[in-house]
């Protein structure tokens, strides 16, 4: 079956949206994990604008089951996760100015940067991912680059309206059915919510969704374990 990250970090903005100490990410990991999420995500910007420091290395502590760390090919991310071992880290493009992580990460154009991440991390023993979109040529040079994984950037199909929503699932089917060719694990994620996510997780091959904004939105309504146990019947659990 398809495993389930819950993605914390807005959990995060609501506690920096003060500046106070709740809610706690790492009390919501745990209340994911009760609720049947098979990891946790969490995104160390540079900006530090929700997730800090603090939390990722509590995190590495109760977190049991799979740590995965979302980070830009940056040099101070790249040591601290070396420091503190994620299972997996994912490396995504990041632009101070934007909301959220808006499409996957050009590792054709960057290709130098990325290697030099990618080496610091499977040199730390850290399974390393790939964000990106659905482009066969960027999932070539995850390949040549030794990467275990990619995560496929669903932000276009969540976004699709009409006729588009069929282009861009096909879209996501060819790029996975390539990327399991090329001998990497596939995972996918951004812009999945309950009524969407069904029909990428019934593509061949996907292996993990990575699922935040949605969850947290519903958490606050019905509460996190809830949250959770209903995402994974959406994925098609029930």
Known sequence: MIRLGVNIDHVATVRQARRAAEPDPAAAAVLALLGGADGITVHLREDRRHIQDRDVRL???????????????????????????????????EKRQELTTEGGLDVVANEAAVARAVRALKGAGIEVSLFLDPDVRQIEVAKVLGVQAVEIHTGRYAEARGAAVARELEALRSAAAFAKEQGLHVHMGHGLNYNNVQAVARIPGVEELNIGHSIIARAVLVGMERAVREMKEAMGWA
């Open 59 to 93: 995190l590495r502590q109760l977190v049991t089951s799979r740590l995965n760390l979302e980070m830009a090919a940056a040099d101070e991310i790249v040591a601290i996760a070396c420091e503190v071992k994620p299972d997996e880290a994912t490396l995504v493009p």
